[in-house]
């Protein structure tokens, strides 16, 4: 039997390195149902939005998460985001302080799917803007020499500030697995809308596009990981390009 390794990771790696983002999601990544006692990681998300028009280009985030797994079972992590609009006039700023929590229900392929779950809480650090709280189920299945993960995600204020429904959102990631230093696959990304009110499909943010995962087994007194791409976007409300890329360190001790 063997144990899942979390994604979230990436202790004493160079976060400068992934700079990017989208205004709609606080970092572009596939969580993963996973849990390894003892492990502790550090992770740099990034991404960068592009559309050509002054008014909807360079949205930009990055995100440092640092992460601990308590047991098999459980996974945890401390977020940090900062954030830049699309637009002329913004800039990049810390916006958000979150936890993060991720549940593995079985071993690695002990049944014909890897169920987990995820839960996220985001304290605020402006005045007048809601907190956030993330959740839901993330699914694995692992066939035909691929590894095909989904997220299907509610995200709700939080507060006084708080306003409209829960909204729908999702991630989904399908690499084929080689068993090489470096495997393509793709990635996508998509916010339907409220829960039961779904947006307009032009005003829906939905992207896709290739990525290439890689991993150093010996990297110093740990393992390194990471994967990029571009994602383009299927709607008018989504940047026509978006490159992303994350890049994790974990160490066992």
Sequence with gaps: M?????????????????WMLNSARADFKVHQP?????????????????????AADNEQSWVGEFGYGVNSFWHTELEFETNRPAGP??????????????????ERGEYWLDPGFFFEYGQ??????????????????EIFHTIDTVNLF???????YASGRPVF?????????????IEPGIQAYGTPGPIGHFSPIGEQDHRIGPQLFGS????????????????FGLTSAAPRRTLRGQLEYEIHF
């Design 2 to 18: 063997r144990l899942i390794r979390i994604s979230p990771a990436a202790l004493l790696v160079p976060i400068g390195l992934c």
């Design 216 to 231: 150093v087994v010996r990297f110093g007194p740990g393992s390194l990981k990471w994967n990029a791409g571009i994602l």
């Design 34 to 54: 996973d849990a390894e006692t003892g492990e502790w990681e550090a992770e740099a998300i990034g991404s960068y939005g592009t559309s050509g028009l002054p």
């Design 154 to 160: 509610i995200e709700k204020d939080l507060s006084r």
């Design 169 to 181: 959102t999702y991630a989904f990631e399908s690499r084929l697995d080689l068993g090489t230093p």
């Design 124 to 141: 605020v650090l402006s005045r007048g803007v809601p907190n956030e709280t993330t959740f839901g189920p993330i699914l694995r299945k």
């Design 89 to 106: 006039a913004n800039h990049l700023k810390v916006t958000q302080i979150t936890t993060e929590n991720q549940f593995q229900f079985t």
